[in-house]
Structures are given as C-alpha cells and as structure tokens.
C-alpha cells in the first residue's frame, strides 16, 4: 500500500518556496511542512516554528516528535505517523534539491510515498541578488553579513539544484511539473490554478479566502524564509520578494 501524498518544492533556495508553502498550507486538505529536511534542528528550543512558538512549545511539533521513533531517518517515521492519522491529506516539504538534499526526493519515491515534484525556478540574477544580501538566519537576527564568493557559490548551487530537480521530473513524467516564481508574484490566482489542476485540488478556497490581503494562518512550518514568521502576511499583488 502506498503511502501518502506529498508535494516536494524541488530547486534552489531564495525562489520563493516559503511563500508558496505557506500560500498551500491555508488549503483546508494541505499540511505544510516548511523545510522538513531540517527537523533534526527541533532538539533546539531556539527554532521558531511559523506559528510563533519554539517547537519545544508548539503543539504540533511535540505532537509529532513523540509519534515518532528514534535513529535514521526520524523525520520520516514522524511523517509516517502524521499520515496515517490524515490519509487524505497533502503533506508539502519545501527543503528543495541543494547539495545535502538532493537525495530526498527519491527516498521518498523509494520509500513508496506518493510523490509529486514541483520544480520552482527563479532566475539565476534574481537568486544571486537575494543571497547577497546575507542567510535568512542572520537576516532574522538583524545582523546581515556575506560568505565570501557569495554569487559564484550561489550560481553553482542554483545549476546544481535545478539539474536534480530537473532529473526527478523528468522521471516522475505526468507527476513532475516546472512552474517560475515570477509568474507567482504579478498573478497568484492564475498560478494556483494551475497548480491545483497538477495536484487535483480546488485551490481557489486559498484565493477566496485570503485573495484580498487577509491575513493567511501561520501554520506549522520550519526553517525556510524569515517570511514565514511574518504575523501579519497576506496575499498582496505588490509584495515582492
């Protein structure tokens, strides 16, 4: 029996991915899950999950933290155990295919999930300018610094990325879909419902809902953009990235 089905926001970082995963997770039958890759960093109390709490204190995460087991592969018993309470449900993961998580995506489709891949692209310039303004991390301390050589790993880890998300697209045929941020952007409507028509949801509830600058509900995600700690985010056609 297959288990359930996720949506993998394959690529490069700074495209826009948290936005979009916060955008899903307003749907009543999507959870998301922010960067998934990252849940090893829940021992922490000092991450923050999207709904304001530490996870040391937010519901959910503990929740999920004593479904689930210890040793390899923990995050995916938790998502296993997240599952088979909500098998209807689409669980999305937003950690992309960089260098140490260009492998998750076929440990999904090994392990017999139901897996579909969006590949989000942002131009490379685009990409270079956000990255040189510092890590999210230290953007959300308010102290900004820059790694040396800066765009040059940058536009190595953008090819890398999108070569890989290319790859596990390509391979999942009707289940892999290519979509730009810049299209997000100046027409979330139309891009929803395209990509609702990909996943077979209605997403227009999410524009319905939340289309004229309503606030969307904080969720439970983590790691991903400072912007998905903003309170008061909402579906503004003049919100740039």
């Not at 304001?52 to 040793?71: I, L, Q």
């Not at 809902?209 to 983590?222: A, K, S, V, Y």
Request: proline share 3%; charged share 25%; aromatic share 10%.
């Amino acid at each position: 029996m297959r288990k359930g089905k996720v949506l993998y926001i394959a690529g490069y970082g700074r495209s826009g991915s948290s936005i979009l995963s916060r955008l899903l997770g307003a749907h009543a039958d999507v959870v998301s899950l922010g960067e998934f890759g990252r849940l090893a960093g829940l021992a922490s109390a000092t991450v923050t999950c999207s709904c304001g709490e530490t996870t040391e204190h937010c519901e959910f995460w503990r929740a999920a933290a004593a479904e689930g087991s210890t040793g390899s592969f923990r995050e995916f018993k938790i998502l296993s155990a997240l599952m088979r309470d909500r098998p209807e449900i689409w669980f999305v993961d937003s950690t992309k295919t960089a260098y140490f998580d260009a492998w998750r995506p076929g440990y999904y489709l090994l392990a017999g999930y139901d897996l579909y891949v969006l590949q989000l692209t942002r131009s490379v310039k685009s990409v270079v300018e956000s990255a040189n303004k510092g890590r999210n991390r230290d953007l959300e301390r308010g102290a900004p610094r820059r790694r040396r050589f800066e765009a040059v790993r940058t536009v190595f880890g953008w090819f890398f990325a999108h070569s890989m998300a290319g790859l596990y697209r390509l391979a999942l045929g009707r289940k892999g879909v290519c979509m730009a941020y810049e299209d997000l952007t100046p027409d979330p409507a139309e891009f929803l419902s395209r990509l609702g028509t990909f996943m077979g949801l209605d997403l227009e509830e999410v524009m319905v809902g939340f289309g004229n600058g309503q606030t969307l509900p904080p969720g439970h995600e983590i790691a991903g953009n400072r912007a998905l700690r903003e309170s008061g985010l909402g579906l503004r056609k003049d919100r740039q990235q």
